[in-house]
Structure formats: C-alpha cells, structure tokens
C-alpha cells in the first residue's frame, strides 16, 4: 500500500507563488498533482513519468512546474503567478504500473488526502 502526504498548500494574493510537496512511500512509474475546485469535477494539472518527462494542463503551462527528488521520495509541484482560479483542493496521486503518462484520474491508483490552496484577487 502506497500512502502520500502532500504539504505546503495555504493562501496567497493573486501573483503570488506557492510550492507544493508530496512525499510517497513505495515505487512509482507515474506521478500527478490533481485539483478540485467546490462544486468541480477532479482536474489534472501536471504529471511527471519515470524518465522524468512531463504534461501539463493548459491552463497551467508556463506557470507550474512538476518536478521530483527520487532521493527524498518527494513529488513537487511549484506554481507562480497564481490566480484566483487555481482556488482548489490540490491532490498528489501515484501508480506503479507501466502505463502511458495521462492526467486521467482513474489512471491513477494511490491518492493522499490534498492540500489547500487559496488564491485571493
């Protein structure tokens, strides 16, 4: 059984930067940061494979950055210029299987509990 702990959500004026981590204990070939916003559906906003390579939503690209520490077993998720928009549950997710990298939140196995971000204008 995998567990995640993601940290570093909180509040932010519209602009700002907030850095987000999610430490995961066992393998992973796959791994994502999701958001939900009230009253949403489950959004994928950035993934990263194995090899490090990497998607992003559209409405992130240029703005977040997904990146990992395999020594730390730490996943990231650094985002600047933050709207009031990106106001949302943010959720770290993990699968070990050798699948195509996708921000399809079925495709992925093993979630934390999220992180809270606010994002005032």
């Known amino acids: 059984q995998v567990q995640l702990v993601e940290s570093g959500g909180g509040s932010v004026q519209a602009g700002g930067s907030l850095r987000l981590s999610c430490v995961h204990s066992?393998?992973?070939?796959?791994m994502a940061w999701f958001r939900q916003a009230p009253g949403k559906g489950r959004e994928g906003v950035a993934g990263?494979?194995?090899?490090?390579?990497?998607t992003y939503a559209d409405s992130v690209k240029g703005r977040f950055t997904i990146s990992k520490d395999n020594a730390k077993n730490t996943l990231y998720l650094q985002m600047d210029s933050l709207k009031p928009e990106d106001t949302a549950m943010y959720y770290c997710?993990?699968?070990?299987?050798?699948?195509?990298?996708?921000?399809?939140?079925?495709?992925?196995?093993?979630w934390g509990r999220g992180a809270q971000v606010t994002v005032s204008s």
């Open positions: 066992g393998s992973a070939y796959n």
């Open positions: 990263m494979r194995h090899d490090r390579r990497t």
């Open positions: 997710a993990v699968d070990e299987r050798v699948l195509s990298l996708t921000l399809i939140a079925g495709m992925y196995k093993y």
